[in-house]
């Protein structure tokens, strides 16, 4: 298989253009945003010119189809709202390469809003069939800001859904996207599993009052309960979690957010990973137990939004051999099997078909941030493995 690295590479700077940001090789591409749909049509015409059919579907999945039945190769090319070039887009662009040079029939896919601007990886969440559309359309994004309008920029674009039993299997490189790699002398890391995730907003809603002539004591402060909440959880999840269990509150809109006014709500993301399931329902059951609490104390009202989660998912025996044979090939004894604190579309892909993904280190383990990146040689390496793995597929 001739795979073209120089190629690869260009295309991957190219694909960086739209809506580069920020320091170095940050890009701002949302989901549905000006940059994502120009990027996604670029693609398309990459696809059409590797011999493929571009199709998208409803949501703004993009595939380029190869004839018949096929080996599906990708991952997304939205970012976060500050995001690095690689995130995703590595894995589209690796998939296009194998596509272009391989003797076996490969599909492409460029899978919509993985980054979660309105769900957790919601394009392919909603393709797999993980996510019911109807459902999905009402959730919106933190200006409020519907799913079903968004995708709607896209709808002159719109077919019908892609079969997913078109495709034997389904391959996604990507960065890893933390210190591992980067820390040891490895090159490739080959996914042994995905964590699972949930994901949910909580909002307190207690008083908005004057911040000079209201006393402390008196107060229903929505900030301050937030901060109790936070503080208590964290005590609480002490002897739950594991040193690889994670939690996150990383979004808080505080209304009305004005510095002589005290906040009368406070909506937050409330986020958590771990590689159990058990453990990942105990954690919302000390999620909710414990904002019940803190809103009892302090005197708020107390609202929960949709709760959306994927189950952490282990990768395909035979698939996993076949990037770990070539990864042996590539980087002999340069690479190891590792776990995946991120989450990826394969968690969705593994209902419906066998997955397998391989890492490429991120330097200083740096993502979801502007100063995301990584060697061009790794990169090269792992277009390597990615293409001698479908080489070697029975
Ligand atoms: O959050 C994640 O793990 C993924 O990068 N969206
Ligand atoms: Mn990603
Ligand atoms: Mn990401």
Redesign the pocket.
């Known amino acids: 298989m001739a795979i073209d690295g120089a190629r690869f590479l260009r295309d991957l700077h190219r694909l960086r253009e739209f809506g580069a940001a920020g320091v170095g090789k940050g890009v701002v591409r949302p989901a549905y945003s000006d940059a994502d749909i120009a990027a996604r049509a670029w693609l398309a015409e990459r696809m059409r010119e590797a011999g493929l059919t571009p199709h998208f579907d409803p949501v703004g999945n993009l595939f380029g189809l190869a004839d018949g039945p096929s080996l599906l190769l990708g991952s997304h090319s939205d970012s976060?709202p500050e995001g690095g070039w690689l995130?995703?887009a590595l894995g589209v662009v690796a998939a296009l390469e194998v596509a272009r040079a391989s003797a076996r029939p490969v599909s492409v896919v460029s899978f919509q809003d993985?980054?979660?601007r309105f769900g957790?990886?919601t394009g392919s969440a909603i393709w797999s069939g993980a996510l019911p559309l109807d459902k999905a359309d009402d959730l919106t994004d933190h200006t409020g800001l519907s799913l079903a309008e968004a995708r709607g920029r896209m709808a002159h674009l719109a077919g019908d859904f892609v079969d997913p039993g078109r495709f034997g299997g389904f391959l996604e490189m990507h960065i890893e996207?933390g210190p591992a790699l980067d820390m040891s002398d490895d090159r490739i890391g080959v996914v042994s599993d995905i964590v699972g995730?949930r994901d949910m907003n909580i909002t307190f809603t207690g008083q908005q009052n004057h911040a000079g002539t209201t006393p402390m004591a008196l107060r229903r402060d929505a900030f301050q309960a937030l901060s109790l909440f936070n503080m208590r959880l964290a005590d609480r999840l002490r002897n739950v979690v594991t040193p690889q269990t994670v939690w996150t509150i990383g979004h808080v809109a505080l209304h009305p957010n004005a510095s002589s006014i005290v906040p009368g709500r406070a909506t937050f993301s409330m986020q958590w990973?771990d590689g159990d399931a058990d453990r990942l329902s105990r954690m919302e059951e000390i999620v909710r137990e414990t904002a019940a609490e803190i809103a009892g104390e302090a005197g708020m009202e107390l609202a929960f939004g949709p709760m959306l989660g994927i189950e952490p998912v282990a990768m395909d025996g035979d698939l996993r051999a076949a990037l770990e044979s070539a990864a042996e090939q590539v980087a002999p004894g340069r690479w190891r099997r590792m776990p995946s604190?991120?989450?990826?579309d394969a968690a969705n892909l593994a209902r419906c078909m066998p997955v397998a993904m391989l890492f490429v280190p991120s330097i200083g383990g740096i993502?979801?941030a502007f100063e995301e990146d990584t060697d061009e040689g790794d990169l090269v390496a792992g277009l390597d493995v990615l293409a001698r793995a479908v080489d070697g597929l029975p």
Do not use: K, M, P, Y
């Not at 604190?341 to 990826?344: E, I, K, T």
């Open positions: 976060q995130d995703g993985e980054e979660g957790v990886t996207q995730i990973r604190g991120a989450l990826h993502s979801h």
